[in-house]
């Protein structure tokens, strides 16, 4: 599997140091959650705000949960503020930032067939109406 690197480099408090990052990443070391991660998947970054939402996953690829900046969490409503979301709160993110994560996932940083190779189907398939009317309902389930 080929990685889509992102070279940025970070802000004036971070300057001195090239930031890359991949549509996915291997942890080599243990990460600060509390899941069993080996993978994370970045489905936003912005090289100015350094926002991100990743998704991590265990050895099997299967997800473990989502993380946000600090800067997406206080876009939330107050009663969804918190920095780690379960599985099946993805639709809701993905509601929540869709233009976002669309805007990335569709732009030049994410190659098309890596993406298509990793999740089954096309970047047009993933976010077309039919599925975000799927992440609508998926909602009313939680």
Not at 49 to 71: A, Q, R
Not at 125 to 136: K, M, N, P, T
Request: hydrophobic share 35%.
């Amino acid at each position: 599997m080929r990685f889509t690197k992102l070279d940025l480099t970070m802000t004036k408090k971070t300057s001195k140091r090239d930031l890359q990052i991949t549509f996915i990443h291997q942890f080599k070391r243990a990460t600060r959650t509390e899941w069993p991660d080996k993978f994370r998947v970045c489905w936003h970054f912005n090289p100015e705000s350094l926002d991100y939402i990743y998704e991590h996953k265990d050895e099997k690829f299967i997800t473990n949960g989502f993380v946000l900046s600090d800067g997406l969490v206080q876009q939330l409503p107050e009663e969804l503020r918190k920095k780690y979301f379960t599985p099946s709160e993805r639709c809701l993110l993905f509601l929540f930032f869709e233009l976002q994560i669309s805007e990335f996932i569709n732009s030049k940083e994410v190659d098309d067939v890596e993406f298509e190779n990793v999740f089954g189907v096309s970047k047009k398939r993933y976010f077309s109406v039919e599925a975000i009317d799927e992440w609508s309902e998926q909602i009313d389930l939680l």
